[in-house]
């Protein structure tokens, strides 16, 4: 069975530093674009940061660019997302999503809080 796992959120004070990990299993990651997603209490889920299959092309959300990286390890089957100078209304759950064509993956999600 597919799977995606997220890990790396937490509690973190505003202007602090976080990174996200996405361990990919059990499908072939190097093919699939990969994304994360985050929804706020109360708001629709958004894209925040995508990278194509080979790692060449990164695009981002107005919110989050300057402040986020995202970047994968093909080897490792990996996506992560650097999350520098967090503000408190980037609190939300991160979620990390796979696809190819038609072909969706998602992980359960985790959750970053920005707070002091």
């Known amino acids: 069975q597919v799977q995606l796992v997220e890990s790396g959120g937490g509690l973190v004070q505003p202007g602090g530093p976080l990174r996200l990990s996405c361990a990919a299993s059990?499908?072939?990651?190097?093919?699939?674009?990969m994304s994360w997603y985050r929804q706020a209490p109360g708001k629709e889920r958004e894209l925040v940061a995508r990278?194509?299959?080979?790692?060449?092309?990164?695009n981002y959300a107005d919110s989050v660019k300057g402040r986020f990286t995202i970047s994968r390890d093909n080897a490792k089957n990996t996506v992560y997302l650097q999350m520098n100078s967090l503000k408190p209304e980037d609190t939300a759950v991160y979620y990390c999503?796979?696809?190819?064509?038609?072909?969706?993956?998602w992980g359960k999600g985790t959750l970053v809080t920005v707070s002091s």
């Open positions: 059990r499908f072939t990651f190097s093919i699939y674009d």
């Open positions: 999503q796979a696809a190819v064509g038609a072909i969706i993956y």
């Open positions: 990278i194509t299959s080979a790692g060449g092309r990164t």
